[in-house]
Nanobody, 125 residues
Framework: QLQASGGGLVQAGASLRLACAAP???????????MAWFRQAPGKEREFVAA????????YYIDSVKGRFTISRDNAKKVVYLQMNSLKPEDTAVYYC?????????????????WGQGTQVTVSS
């Protein structure tokens, strides 16, 4: 499965960068996968955060993180990142990375085939 890392406990306004490494099973075809980040806050359903196309040219964000979060990928290293700036307490959640065979970017969870174990992000006020 995908390996997410980089979470932690920070104060509001701080930054974190999450990383997600591809499993060996897809490293040879990593550039054929769109990648995404989702998050699940306590007591809430998991929601889409951001996605990036296989080549990194296209990306998409939910409105609440636009201008604060940036998704990027390094296909040579087989890693996707989520740079999170100006963090808010409402960003507190477990963050998951996900992958799907390249197609039109989608926010739909069921379209993603591979998932990571999640990394906890906690933002204190």
């Amino acid at each position: 499965q995908l390996q997410a890392s980089g979470g932690g406990l920070v104060q509001a306004g701080a930054s974190l960068r999450l990383a997600c490494a591809a499993p060996r099973a897809i490293t040879s075809t990593y550039n054929q996968f769109d990648m995404a980040w989702f998050r699940q806050a306590p007591g809430k359903e998991r929601e889409f955060v951001a996605a990036i196309s296989w080549g990194g040219r296209d990306d998409y964000y939910i409105d609440s993180v636009k201008g604060r979060f940036t998704i990027s990928r390094d296909n040579a290293k087989k890693v996707v990142y989520l740079q999170m700036n100006s963090l808010k307490p409402e960003d507190t959640a477990v963050y998951y990375c996900a992958a799907r065979r390249a197609s039109a970017l989608t926010t739909r969870q069921s379209s993603y085939d591979l998932w990571g174990q999640g990394t906890q992000v906690t933002v204190s006020s």
